[in-house]
């Protein structure tokens, strides 16, 4: 069992940057693909972006050019830089794992997912 544990998540007003860390333990394997989905009040969760192991990206059309994923795979740790925020990007951040980044975008298929951290971003 995979445990996902997400930090970095608060209100900053429209223009600013955060960046949200994603730890996770317990997995017995490599963990292939990971990354950060949104989900705004009253809409779907939406996939954001998501990195496989070997530093391969993607991206969201609407956060291209502002957000920036990487990872440290010797901690198993991914992170999201997230700059020039609108207020269209609050939401909750979820933490995920895909077994391959080709599946990314798929809910269906996550994994394991973390318990969400709030993004906040005020005009």
């Known amino acids: 069992q995979v445990q996902l544990v997400e930090s970095g998540g608060g209100l900053v007003q429209a223009g600013g940057s955060l960046r949200l860390s994603c730890a996770a333990s317990?997995?017995?394997?490599?963990?292939?693909?990971m990354g950060w989905y949104r989900q705004a009040p009253g809409k779907q969760r939406e996939s954001v972006a998501g990195?496989?192991?070997?530093?391969?990206?993607t991206y969201a059309n609407s956060v291209k050019g502002r957000f920036t994923i990487s990872r440290d795979n010797a901690k198993n740790t991914v992170y999201l830089q997230m700059n020039s925020l609108k207020p269209e990007d609050t939401a909750v951040y979820y933490c995920?794992?895909?077994?391959?980044?080709?599946?990314?975008?798929?809910?269906?298929?996550?994994?394991?997912w973390g318990q969400g951290t709030q993004v906040t971003v005020s005009s």
């Open positions: 995920a794992v895909h077994k391959s980044l080709l599946t990314w975008g798929t809910r269906s298929l996550v994994d394991y």
């Open positions: 317990g997995s017995r394997f490599s963990i292939n693909a």
């Open positions: 990195i496989a192991s070997g530093g391969t990206s």
